[in-house]
Nanobody
Framework: QVQLAESGGGSVQPGGSLGLSCATS?????VGWFRQAPGKEREWVAG????????YYADSVKGRFTISQDNAKNTLYLQMNSLKPEDAAMYYC????????????????????WGQGTQVTVSS
């Protein structure tokens, strides 16, 4: 059983930065971040293939968010810069079992385990 625990959410003004952390398990192949705003479907934000540290980003966050991992600590990070009001959402850490190709870490179907979420608010 993979257990995930996010931390680091909070409130920030537009243009500001926040960093999220997630304690993961080294069992996983894909680890990533999703978000869900009220009244909207959950969307994939960023993914990382653990074996090669290959990263993937949704177009909406590319160039502003950075996903990374610390293998020694089994911790996943999401650094969010230049935050916009539309980035406000509940952010979830996710992990998945074996995938055939690293690019599958861009798909929600690659993820099976989810954290409880951490709230990110972006407002002035």
């Amino acid at each position: 059983q993979v257990q995930l625990a996010e931390s680091g959410g909070g409130s920030v003004q537009p243009g500001g930065s926040l960093g999220l952390s997630c304690a993961t398990s080294d069992y996983s192949y894909c680890v990533g971040w999703f978000r869900q705003a009220p009244g909207k479907e959950r969307e994939w934000v960023a993914g990382l293939y653990k074996r090669s540290s290959t990263t993937y980003y949704a177009d909406s966050v590319k160039g502003r968010f950075t996903i990374s991992q610390d293998n020694a600590k089994n911790t996943l990070y999401l650094q969010m810069n230049s935050l916009k009001p539309e980035d406000a959402a509940m952010y979830y850490c996710a992990a998945g079992p074996w995938v055939q190709y690293p690019s599958w870490c861009q798909s929600g179907s690659a993820y099976r385990y989810w954290g409880q979420g951490t709230q990110v608010t972006v407002s002035s």
